[in-house]
């Protein structure tokens, strides 16, 4: 087992969405599996009124767990301070409630624009030596990004801020690296010498349900795509790392961001398709004209060598058929012998934790080998902020975004919403609930003779 390193997490936004559907659940199940230091406390912060006994018996009403003892000494780590983080007089109190001799860990689980008063507030108090953990979006374009991680690295080094995208924590997704780059079988054949198309699917069946407001503002370009498929695209395309270390990975990461065409206007219209699903205007806190995108799907290109005329297809939305996260590697076909057939490399991330090879059996037969990647692991599948909670516990960065990598992914997500701001781009196509989002987004894949894969 790991070291349980001992720390005193300053939990901002303890109150919201995020930190009670997914936070405090992860810190519990970590607990529950012994994987806490015994002494680590965990002080939630947000500006409704309260206190320990109180928030204690909201998460008690809100994640009311089975295993009584478990969850009663888990409470016990728990503390709630009530303060409104835009006055700066909130930080001195709170820094007082962190021990000296334990490593501070903030984890700002709020909106951005409370990203720069808190570190500055924080640093000012004399915890300049807290992690940060950033949750995304962080900024809503690359003038704001740039803004923000800039004032926050006036506070706190870049070694010091872990900027949160969940799905590296996914376990699946991190796989990837290893089917790439330690097996023979892949990496010889990974390159547009092999590779007809990449298609990445991350698809919900759910709507924005009580986001509305935030998600407005937000659109699945930003909320999606410009990170989470853009990262599993970096898994997929980058070149091999010098080595397996945070900053090695990361450089290799950001390599292949650059290597992105970014788009012009015009380019935006052919390469990028926008949708809204039926009924998303009427959902609460929605303005009743939005043109917000509820699916966004992009022909990406990248100009490395490695890549030189294969198509990237990136899609997400929201109100789909199917819930499924997953990577398309469609193989070209080998000139034929027995019979034509193509290999087709598909990796799930969810439902399914999977890896599956479409191989030609002989006799015309196409036959799956399947991986069960939660099936063959010898551990417990942790859920993805689990993951990554131990991550900046034992102050390991490589599953977090470094700032010019993130930069980089909104250079070229910018001038894609920059288009859809003018009132001249075409408007979000309208698609079914329970569909595969925008029918626009077919032309991407049939202009290069492809189909979105595997339905
Ligand atoms: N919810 C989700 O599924 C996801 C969220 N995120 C991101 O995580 C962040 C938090 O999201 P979410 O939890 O949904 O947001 P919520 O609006 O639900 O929660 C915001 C939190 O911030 C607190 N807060 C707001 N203003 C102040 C203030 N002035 N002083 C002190 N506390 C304040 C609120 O306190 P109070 O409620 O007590 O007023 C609340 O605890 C956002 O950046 C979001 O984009 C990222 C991925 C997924
Ligand atoms: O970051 C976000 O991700 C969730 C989807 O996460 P998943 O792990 O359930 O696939 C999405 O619903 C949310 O809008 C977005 O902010």
């Given at each position: 087992?790991?070291?349980?390193?001992?720390?005193?997490?300053?939990?901002?936004?303890?109150?919201?969405?995020?930190?009670?559907?997914?936070?405090?659940?992860?810190?519990?199940?970590?607990?529950?599996h012994g994987l806490l230091h015994p002494d680590a406390r965990i002080i939630g912060i947000g500006r409704s009124a309260g206190n320990d006994h109180s928030f204690r018996q909201r998460l008690n009403e809100t994640l009311a767990r089975e295993d009584g003892h478990a969850w009663d000494a888990f409470l016990r780590r728990v503390h709630y301070i009530?303060?409104?983080?835009?006055?700066?007089?909130?930080?001195?109190?709170?820094?007082?409630?962190?021990?000296?001799?334990?490593?501070?860990?903030?984890?700002?689980?709020?909106?951005?624009?409370?990203?720069?008063?808190?570190?500055?507030?924080?640093?000012?108090?004399?915890?300049?030596?807290?992690?940060?953990?950033?949750?995304?979006?962080?900024?809503?374009?690359?003038?704001?990004?740039?803004?923000?991680?800039?004032?926050?690295?006036?506070?706190?080094?870049?070694?010091?801020?872990?900027?949160?995208?969940?799905?590296?924590?996914?376990?699946?997704?991190?796989?990837?690296?290893?089917?790439?780059?330690?097996?023979?079988?892949?990496?010889?054949?990974?390159?547009?010498?092999?590779?007809?198309?990449?298609?990445?699917?991350?698809?919900?069946?759910?709507?924005?349900?009580?986001?509305?407001?935030?998600?407005?503002?937000?659109?699945?370009?930003?909320?999606?795509?410009?990170?989470?498929?853009?990262?599993?695209?970096?898994?997929?395309?980058?070149?091999?790392?010098?080595?397996?270390?945070?900053?090695?990975?990361?450089?290799?990461?950001?390599?292949?961001?650059?290597?992105?065409?970014?788009?012009?206007?015009?380019?935006?219209?052919?390469?990028?398709?926008?949708?809204?699903?039926?009924?998303?205007?009427?959902?609460?806190?929605?303005?009743?004209?939005?043109?917000?995108?509820?699916?966004?799907?992009?022909?990406?290109?990248?100009?490395?060598?490695?890549?030189?005329?294969?198509?990237?297809?990136?899609?997400?939305?929201?109100?789909?058929?199917?819930?499924?996260?997953?990577?398309?590697?469609?193989?070209?076909?080998?000139?034929?012998?027995?019979?034509?057939?193509?290999?087709?490399?598909?990796?799930?991330?969810?439902?399914?934790?999977?890896?599956?090879?479409?191989?030609?059996?002989?006799?015309?037969?196409?036959?799956?080998?399947?991986?069960?990647?939660?099936?063959?692991?010898?551990?417990?599948?942790?859920?993805?902020?689990?993951?990554?909670?131990?991550?900046?516990?034992?102050?390991?960065?490589?599953?977090?975004?470094?700032?010019?990598?993130?930069?980089?992914?909104?250079?070229?997500?910018?001038?894609?919403?920059?288009?859809?701001?003018?009132?001249?781009?075409?408007?979000?196509?309208?698609?079914?609930?329970?569909?595969?989002?925008?029918?626009?987004?077919d032309a991407l894949t049939a202009r290069n003779g492809d189909v979105w894969l595997p339905f």
């Open positions: 087992m790991l070291p349980r390193p001992d720390f005193d997490l300053l939990l901002f936004g303890a109150s919201g969405d995020l930190a009670l559907r997914k936070l405090f659940p992860a810190l519990y199940r970590a607990h529950a009530s303060a409104d983080l835009s006055q700066t007089d909130a930080f001195s109190a709170l820094a007082q409630t962190v021990r000296p001799d334990v490593q501070p860990i903030a984890y700002l689980s709020t909106a951005p624009d409370l990203f720069v008063p808190v570190c500055r507030g924080l640093a000012q108090a004399g915890l300049s030596r807290a992690r940060v953990v950033l949750e995304k979006p962080l900024g809503h374009d690359l003038a704001s990004s740039r803004h923000i991680n800039a004032e926050v690295g006036r506070y706190f080094p870049e070694a010091q801020i872990y900027r949160i995208d969940h799905y590296l924590g996914k376990p699946a997704l991190q796989s990837l690296l290893p089917l790439r780059f330690d097996n023979l079988f892949f990496e010889p054949v990974w390159h547009s010498g092999c590779v007809r198309s990449v298609q990445i699917t991350v698809a919900e069946t759910l709507g924005v349900g009580t986001r509305g407001a935030f998600y407005d503002r937000t659109g699945a370009l930003r909320d999606m795509v410009q990170n989470h498929l853009l990262q599993m695209l970096c898994f997929t395309a980058m070149e091999r790392p010098a080595s397996s270390d945070a900053d090695a990975v990361r450089d290799a990461k950001l390599a292949f961001l650059n290597s992105l065409r970014i788009y012009r206007p015009h380019e935006a219209d052919i390469y990028a398709v926008r949708g809204q699903y039926a009924g998303y205007t009427a959902e609460p806190s929605v303005a009743p004209d939005s043109r917000t995108e509820t699916f966004a799907a992009v022909q990406v290109v990248s100009d490395s060598p490695r890549w030189a005329g294969v198509p990237f297809y990136l899609r997400s939305g929201k109100c789909m058929a199917q819930k499924l996260a997953q990577i398309v590697v469609d193989f070209k076909p080998a000139a034929a012998l027995f019979g034509q057939s193509a290999n087709r490399l598909t990796v799930s991330l969810q439902p399914d934790e999977t890896v599956s090879l479409r191989v030609a059996a002989g006799g015309g037969q196409t036959g799956e080998m399947v991986l069960d990647l939660a099936a063959q692991s010898p551990e417990r599948r942790m859920e993805a902020y689990e993951t990554l909670l131990l991550e900046v516990i034992g102050g390991r960065l490589a599953l977090f975004n470094r700032r010019d990598e993130l930069e980089a992914a909104w250079a070229w997500a910018t001038p894609i919403l920059a288009r859809w701001q003018e009132p001249s781009a075409p408007a979000p196509q309208i698609y079914p609930v329970g569909s595969w989002g925008a029918a626009a987004a």
